[in-house]
């Protein structure tokens, strides 16, 4: 049998981000043999894969960026088990790292297709697998597009969000990130009322209109009043006609406008571990 020098065993680690112990054992397995190496300890990433594929992976890193133009952003969420391991530098450093490459993707099945460092993006993930001992996945995968992209992640990476803005202008940077927060902190359903699902609609006048037949009002005066509820539910489930929650005295529309009196929010996202 080859000795395996602690230089070999180091070069390994570096490659792949696997324990010492587990690239001295698989070089050992190898002979010495480097990329046999590197196939042995992808193999135990995916009998591990495998073996946790039932198990929840609700903690982890929630990541956005931005591109340097401004004009599009993603945001992920790399998943884990534990709040330790999701916590871990170099967990949030891949998490970074695989939010940096999604930018150049549309989707999350091409990017999981795309080549990270030598593997695809999926291959990675059975491989971090078999080195941290939990499931690892990519939960969600969200991309905006737009005349300016801002984005904002929650401190302890649990939420990440994007907004786009009609126009870069002066105050635009921070209005974007302002506004992000504001998708983090309240979590709308919508843009605007335009953008809520009719089912939605529907099932809101319904619970309504229930709740007043319960006050014992008239049958005759149900609409009407369902409808005045109705925009109460707009006001506080879409994003621009929520109210902004550095200044409560003026709507997130109205805090963009106060900005620059042509600028509107077109459009966020948002992703969350749990």
Same mark, same amino acid.
């Given at each position: 049998?080859?000795?395996?020098?602690?230089?070999?065993?180091?070069?390994?680690?570096?490659?792949?981000?696997?324990?010492?112990?587990?690239?001295?054992?698989?070089?050992?397995?190898?002979?010495?043999?480097?990329?046999?190496?590197?196939?042995?300890?992808?193999?135990?990433?995916?009998?591990?894969?495998?073996?946790?594929?039932?198990?929840?992976?609700?903690?982890? +890193? /929630?990541? %956005?960026?931005?591109? *340097?133009? =401004?004009?599009?952003?993603? @945001?992920?969420?790399? &998943?884990?088990? $534990?709040?330790?391991v999701g916590k871990n530098?170099?967990?949030?450093?891949?998490?970074?790292?695989? +939010? /940096?490459? %999604?930018?150049?993707? *549309?989707? =999350?099945?091409?990017?999981? @297709?795309?080549?990270? &460092?030598?593997? $695809?993006?999926?291959?990675?993930?059975?491989?971090?697998?078999?080195?941290?001992?939990?499931?690892?996945?990519?939960?969600?995968?969200?991309?905006?597009?737009?005349?300016?992209?801002?984005?904002?992640?929650?401190?302890?990476?649990?939420?990440?969000?994007?907004?786009?803005?009609?126009?870069?202008?002066?105050?635009?940077?921070?209005?974007?990130?302002?506004?992000?927060?504001?998708?983090?902190?309240?979590?709308?359903?919508?843009?605007?009322?335009?953008?809520?699902?009719?089912?939605?609609?529907?099932?809101?006048?319904?619970?309504?209109?229930?709740?007043l037949r319960q006050e014992?009002?008239?049958?005759?005066?149900?609409?009407?009043?369902?409808?005045?509820?109705?925009?109460?539910?707009?006001?506080?489930?879409?994003?621009?006609?929520?109210?902004?929650?550095?200044?409560?005295?003026?709507?997130?529309?109205?805090?963009?406008?106060?900005?620059?009196?042509?600028?509107?929010?077109?459009?966020?996202?948002?992703?969350?571990?749990?």
């Open positions: 049998m080859s000795t395996i020098t602690a230089a070999e065993v180091n070069k390994l680690r570096t490659a792949t981000g696997a324990g010492m112990m587990d690239c001295k054992k698989a070089l050992v397995e190898a002979e010495g043999d480097f990329d046999k190496a590197i196939e042995i300890l992808r193999k135990k990433g995916q009998k591990v894969a495998a073996n946790r594929s039932d198990r929840e992976s609700t903690e982890g +890193a /929630a990541i %956005a960026v931005v591109n *340097d133009a =401004k004009t599009e952003g993603v @945001a992920i969420t790399l &998943n884990c088990e $534990t709040d330790f530098e170099g967990f949030v450093k891949l998490a970074n790292d695989l +939010a /940096a490459l %999604a930018l150049n993707f *549309d989707n =999350k099945e091409a990017f999981l @297709a795309a080549d990270f &460092n030598g593997m $695809t993006v999926a291959e990675t993930l059975i491989e971090q697998t078999g080195v941290i001992g939990e499931k690892i996945e990519i939960g969600s995968f969200e991309k905006l597009s737009g005349a300016f992209v801002g984005s904002y992640i929650h401190a302890g990476n649990k939420i990440a969000t994007l907004v786009s803005l009609s126009a870069a202008a002066a105050g635009t940077d921070e209005a974007a990130r302002n506004v992000a927060m504001q998708v983090a902190a309240m979590n709308p359903i919508a843009l605007d009322e335009t953008g809520v699902d009719a089912e939605v609609i529907e099932k809101e006048i319904e619970i309504a209109k229930d709740q014992g009002k008239p049958e005759a005066m149900l609409d009407n009043i369902a409808k005045g509820k109705l925009q109460r539910f707009f006001k506080d489930n879409t994003l621009v006609n929520q109210d902004y929650i550095k200044d409560g005295s003026m709507s997130v529309s109205a805090y963009v406008k106060s900005v620059d009196g042509g600028l509107t929010v077109t459009g966020f996202k948002r992703v969350a571990l749990g």
